[in-house]
């Protein structure tokens, strides 16, 4: 289910924010990071705030989701994520994977670019995460924070996109030579 943070119940953002704080806290700290409650749990309140969510099916309570935004960076349309949480009793069966392919499919529906998603440079773990997903390190795009890197990979959108615009250009070529 994708929702906007306006369509969300207070109960789902108090369980958004207890995953969070429960999968990052000690993360935050491990790495040098201040964990700010206050600061953590106003950003999931943010009006731009969109969240695809996965459900237990048979308890119909939420067990994951992606926190992101539609945005235009690198000059490109994208989506940036902000944070990805599963349940540590759903973690290891693939649903931080469907979650983010979901959101990689709206992307694509929408005509979206680009996903981005800001990692610390020692979260080796996640970092190899999104690289089975694709995402690479993008060197132009710097993080504001030194300790963080910026991670990005193209949807399908811009897979076909760049196809079309080879193709075009190949074609160009062609009937400049005949």
Partial sequence: M???????????????????????????LTYGFRWQKSTSYKDLFLNWARYVIAYDPHT??????????????????????????VDENYRNVGLGTHLMKTLEALAHR??????????????????????????????????INPEYEVLVAPTLCYKLMQKYQKSMLENEKLLLTE
Avoid at 2 to 25: G, H, Q, V
Avoid at 64 to 82: E, L, P, S
Avoid at 125 to 138: D, P, S, V, Y
């Fill in 60 to 85: 119909h309570l939420p067990v994951g989701y992606v926190f992101f935004r539609f945005n235009i960076a690198m000059g490109r349309t994208a989506v940036t994520i902000y944070g990805l949480h």
């Fill in 2 to 28: 994708c929702r906007r943070r306006e369509d969300m119940e207070t109960s789902f953002m108090e369980w958004a924010y207890k995953i969070a704080e429960r999968n990052l806290k000690q993360k935050y």
């Fill in 110 to 143: 929408l005509g979206v670019e680009l996903l981005i998603i800001g990692v610390a440079k020692r979260d080796i773990a996640l970092k190899r995460f999104l690289n089975r997903l694709g995402f690479t390190a993008e060197n132009k795009e710097a993080s």
